[in-house]
């Protein structure tokens, strides 16, 4: 007999995951609103590029759209058309610009706003035809961006600009850079005709009034991420790593575990195997330092990960809740400026490293 693999009709569902990524939609409005409130006569857009930081920016745009968020941001053209159903074009911008005459060809087509980064740019969004974009000035990044001397260009001029924006180095710390770039933006404000000002990120937002123009763009914070230490308390965690128990065992003292035996018992112990590990961008630095609690059961318990981490699995010691078993699920300790300290990772590292495998 041939069973013809691409034939899935005898297939009943795909079994669900034994990983999932728990994304708190409320917690996520909250976020949003809060920056909103902060971001004074300004409008909040969001930063959904890189898949919405990893969240999965099909489920968060509706989200943050029901909450009141108008203006997105994305990196790529393919994350925009990704999200064409979802949002008016004219609010979707591509923050890297139209690098040919196809991806300008691809904005006029579907009406997504380009932001231009360089005299190329607007050159060539010009010549395909033009209309609305964004400008990108360069106010000390030296990344992407036209520069403050360039804006004279009789193709930055012929531009017709929605938003110029800028982007802050350094938002998170108390810089001088934080005043010069503003000052710079100023500036350029004062050199080409433009509809709306835009310069802060999540962390700019809380730099106060001079910094917000007519609209903010925050990622980070919508996700929980917390960039400056005041915004603490007006921010909710979003995103929780989940996994089930595939296994559990009880080892003795002396018995070590996983890839080169890094730990070993130092008495009896119940241990648990779960299903994630470090292709899901669970990275071997939390090996002997994470710690997971039981999902939807007693938060105050902590499963310590234990040995190292391995490609698809972590062993946690189960030895504080005797009564967890195979297929109950567990939730990584994920509060983003805590696992930021413990892990030596950024907080924007611990979202946009969740991989493909985790349901969201
Ligand atoms: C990613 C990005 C943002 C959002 O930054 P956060 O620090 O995550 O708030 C805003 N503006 C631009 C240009 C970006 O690239």
Redesign the pocket.
């Known amino acids: 007999m041939v069973i013809l693999l691409s034939d899935r009709s005898g297939l009943s569902e795909v079994p669900a995951s034994a990983l999932r990524l728990d994304v708190d939609g409320a917690a996520l409005a909250s976020n949003w609103r809060a920056l909103d409130t902060l971001s004074g006569t300004a409008r909040a857009g969001a ?1 959904v ?1 890189a898949n919405a930081y990893g969240l999965g920016a099909r489920r968060v745009v509706p989200l943050l759209h029901e909450a009141g968020c108008r203006d997105f ?1 994305v990196a790529h053209w393919r994350e925009a058309a990704e999200l064409l159903d979802l949002v008016d074009p004219r609010r979707l911008a591509v ?1 890297h610009g139209p690098m040919n005459d196809a991806e300008a060809a691809f904005a006029q087509a579907s009406g997504v706003v380009p932001v231009i980064n360089s005299v190329e740019q607007a050159r060539r969004w010009v010549a395909a035809g033009g209309g609305a974009c964004h400008l990108m000035v360069d106010t000390g990044m030296n990344r992407l961006g036209v520069a403050v001397a360039e804006l004279g260009d009789g193709a930055v001029q012929a531009l017709e600009i929605d938003a110029l ?1 800028s ?1 802050l180095v350094a938002a998170e710390e108390d810089t001088p850079l934080n005043e010069l770039q503003r000052e710079r933006w100023m500036a350029a404000r004062g050199l080409v005709r433009h509809a709306r000002g835009s310069l802060a ?3 700019g937002i809380a730099l106060g009034a001079a910094y917000h123009g007519d609209l903010t ?5 919508l996700y929980g991420g917390v ?1 400056r230490a005041e915004m603490g308390p007006l921010l909710r965690q979003v995103a929780r790593p989940q996994a089930a128990v595939l296994q559990v065992r009880e080892i003795a003292a002396g018995d070590s575990l996983g890839y080169n035996a890094t730990f070993v018992a130092p008495r009896a112990m119940r241990v648990g195997t779960v299903a994630m590990g470090y292709a899901d961008g669970y990275l071997r630095c939390w090996s002997g330092k994470g710690a997971f609690r039981p999902a939807g059961g007693d938060t105050g318990v902590r499963l310590p990960v234990v040995g190292r981490v391995s490609m698809d699995l972590t062993i946690l010691d189960l030895s504080a809740l005797p009564t967890l078993g195979e297929g109950d699920w567990v939730t990584a300790d994920y509060d983003l400026p805590e696992a930021a300290a413990v892990s030596g990772l950024s907080q ?1 590292e611990l979202l946009t490293l969740l991989g493909r495998r985790f349901t969201r």
Request: proline fraction near 12%; charge should be positive.
């Open positions: 930063a590029k941001f923050l924006l982007h990120n999540s962390g763009r925050p990622g980070i914070a960039p924007y």
